[in-house]
């Protein structure tokens, strides 16, 4: 199916554990963005990147890892969870005409 | 810093009432306004869009109010019906988009019946 896949789309992990988020679009887009979204905080971006192999940091990116050797997956990786990074986390992209599309959401929990 | 000020947080309007949900920017470098409505569970969807070359922009429903000298805009639900009732947020860029979107805080709509 065309669009925008996140997974896991629920997830439980232990504080000091290495997690991988994935995301896949479809469509070919260029630009790929992670956010994440807690209550009182809205959507803050966490990373984006450009194109395969550019990756930038957005407003809070300590603790996250991003990669982008395909076009088509960012995935997003805690190195080592802490709670403060339990969230819902989206991930979405765009051609470059203004629109983004936003996948379906995951919820992480750190214990 | 919060380059995006949204309000209010939450919100309670009747079925048919007008609930309008205000935003503030601070750089003036941007010039792309979309408004995203996102349903518990769901991802955020864009719902209307305004760049600062008009000061108003309705698509069915739903109205976007820019107001360039005071860096607002504001989205205007006209006869909001139950199915409106999510939350929406605010965003701003340097157009086209492939910048990253600012978002606001979000607005929790709840329409009655």
């Known amino acids: 199916d065309a669009g925008i896949t996140q997974s896991p789309r629920y997830k439980i992990t232990e504080t000091g554990r290495q997690v991988t988020l994935m995301c896949h679009q479809t469509?070919?887009?260029?630009?790929m963005f992670w956010y994440r979204q807690d209550l009182g905080h809205g959507l803050r971006l966490i990373y984006y990147?450009?194109?395969?192999?550019?990756?930038d940091k957005g407003e809070v990116p300590d603790g996250y890892v991003v990669s982008r050797s395909k076009t088509e997956n960012f995935p997003l990786t805690l190195e080592s969870a802490t709670r403060s990074q339990t969230s819902v986390y989206f991930c979405?992209?765009?051609?470059?005409?203004?629109?983004?599309?936003f996948g379906p959401g995951t919820r992480l929990t750190v214990t | 810093q919060q380059q995006v000020k949204q309000s209010p947080q939450s919100l309670i309007v009747q079925k048919g009432g007008i609930p309008i949900i205000n935003c503030a920017y601070e750089n003036t470098a941007f010039d792309y306004f979309p408004w995203y409505q996102q349903f518990p569970g769901k991802g955020p969807a864009l719902l209307i869009a305004i760049r600062p070359d008009v000061s108003e922009k309705k698509e069915g429903r739903f109205t976007i109010s820019f107001n360039k000298s005071a860096k607002q805009f504001s989205l205007h639900i006209m006869d909001s019906q139950p199915g409106d009732s999510a939350t929406y947020f605010c965003a701003a860029s340097v157009y086209p988009g492939n910048t990253p979107l600012v978002f606001g805080k979000g607005t929790r709509l709840s329409v009655i019946a």
């Open positions: 990147s450009a194109a395969a192999d550019i990756t």
């Open positions: 469509w070919s887009h260029s630009y």
């Open positions: 979405a992209s765009t051609s470059g005409q203004a629109e983004q599309y």
